[in-house]
């Protein structure tokens, strides 16, 4: 179809990411995967690898997307980032002590690693939201729907009331007290 | 997380408003002048943020897990190790080889018709998948699948539905000629030219000449094509009356 219809289905695209839409961000997920496998199975890496810098990768983008941090101006510059990011998170992995002591460099190897790049992230901030992520895997039920519809579906109170057939004030109540529990399991597990 | 004392509800509401940016302006600022002087409301608004970075995070992997399970087969297949990938290379060299002998047969042995078939069909590009109303699901998670070319896929959600709408005529009877099929494509597009207010009428009819140019009945394309007022419609037609 035409331009015009590209372009507004490219920002619509970067809205919907933004926005947590659950189609615009599953196409966008398998659009960009092909590439960044075939980026770490070139460079010694496995499927699982993939799988997983590919992900973070993705969590990250999704991020600097909703915070501003970074701000396309269409979808190929969007890519471009997802796919510069995913190849800094494995040339970070292949520099790292573990994987250099079980996998002999060898010329191919070394040529991708002397690329410039720089990603280098806080560890202690990385540890820290990991084990919120833990936590928060493991929070149970009905707490973890419950936060995740308000905060990652972004769901009104209003709305999740209506469908629990519960007061409003009592959902942002309940909200409240599984953020203090998700809090009390990140504590204990420090 | 080091401070155990409990955060309040106001605090992380407080927090709620900053980040959706939802504070007056004399809010944000009190804000941000308290974030500035006092290290333990500091430290308290770097826990909540965090908390609420591992809840979106978790969330996000989740559904991204989901996702993954829902890569088409081809791309699971794998090449670790380097022997298997120089196999693999000559393999595939072999293979275009092949299909290079069998593209040069083909090139010789094709009617201008189905030349002219490939050279103007190209899938419709699809609709934006970003209008997931509850009641449309369905249709736009099966137009994730078309548009990554899984045809198959999209064609049997789609017929599941089992509801009459032209969009969805249309995009079936795409999806059929996109996997080769005509002789299922051509119905479906024939409906979806029923409704002369249909929004892709032009496209409709335009995939309907291909669909019959592909079938061989040369008379019915001309006929649809020039029903069709895209540019590639009007090209394709004179081509056709250049080659009675």
């Known amino acids: 179809m035409s331009q015009v219809y590209k372009i ?31 980026l770490i199975l070139k460079n010694s890496g496995s499927k699982a690898h993939a799988k997983d810098i590919y992900q973070e990768a993705f969590i990250a983008v999704w991020n600097n997307l909703r915070t501003g941090r970074f701000a396309p101006e269409n979808d190929s510059a969007l890519q471009g980032y997802l796919y ?55 929070l ?47 504590l204990a597990s420090n | 997380m080091k401070n155990s004392n409990n955060i309040s509800q106001e605090l992380l509401e407080t927090v709620e408003r900053h980040l959706n940016k939802t504070m007056s302006k004399q809010e944000a600022l009190d804000f941000e002048l308290r974030l500035a002087e006092d290290p333990q409301f500091r430290t308290h608004v770097a826990d909540i943020k965090t908390l609420l970075l591992g809840i979106g995070n978790q969330s996000l992997k ?5 996702f993954h399970e829902a890569l088409p087969e081809s791309q699971m297949e794998s090449s670790n190790s380097k022997t298997k990938s120089t196999m693999l290379w000559g393999k595939f060299a072999a293979a275009i080889l092949i299909f290079a002998a069998i593209g040069g047969f083909w090139w010789f042995s094709t009617t201008q018709n189905e ?78 030219t029923q409704n002369t ?20 009945n040369i008379a019915l394309a001309k006929k649809n094509l020039s029903l069709s007022a895209t540019e590639d419609s009007q090209l394709l037609l004179s081509e056709l009356e250049k080659n009675p």
Request: charged content about 30%.
């Open chain 1, 8 to 38: 507004q289905h490219q920002l619509q695209l970067i809205n919907a990411i933004k926005d947590n839409d659950s189609l615009a961000l599953k196409e966008f997920y398998m659009a960009n995967y092909p590439k960044i496998e075939q």
């Open chain 1, 84 to 138: 510069q990011i995913s190849k800094n998170k494995w040339l970070d992995v292949l520099r790292s002590k573990r994987f250099k002591s079980t996998q002999s460099l060898t010329e191919e190897r070394s040529l991708f690693l002397s690329q410039d790049e720089e990603t280098h992230e806080d560890p202690e901030e990385t540890k820290r939201l990991n084990l919120a992520m833990e936590a928060f895997k493991n």
């Open chain 1, 140 to 186: 149970g039920e009905p707490c973890k729907s419950l936060l995740k519809t308000f905060y990652f579906e972004q769901k009104s109170l209003r709305d999740i009331a209506s469908e629990m057939a519960i007061e409003e004030s009592s959902v942002r109540n309940k909200k409240y007290r599984c953020m203090e529990k998700l809090r009390s399991i990140v």
């Open chain 2, 62 to 66: 989740e559904r991204l897990d989901e």
């Open chain 2, 115 to 192: 030349r002219l078939y490939a050279e103007y069909f190209t899938p419709d590009p699809g609709l934006p998948t970003t209008m997931s109303s509850s009641t449309n699901f369905e249709f736009y998670d099966a137009m994730v699948d078309y548009k990554q070319g899984n045809y198959k896929i999209a064609i049997e959600k789609w017929e599941a539905l089992s509801i009459e709408n032209d969009t969805l005529d249309y995009f079936l009877g795409v999806a059929y000629l996109a996997d080769k099929n005509q002789k299922r494509a051509i119905p479906f597009l024939e409906k979806s």
């Open chain 2, 197 to 216: 207010a249909f929004p892709l009428l032009n496209d409709a009819y335009y995939y309907l000449g291909l669909a019959y140019l592909k079938e061989g």
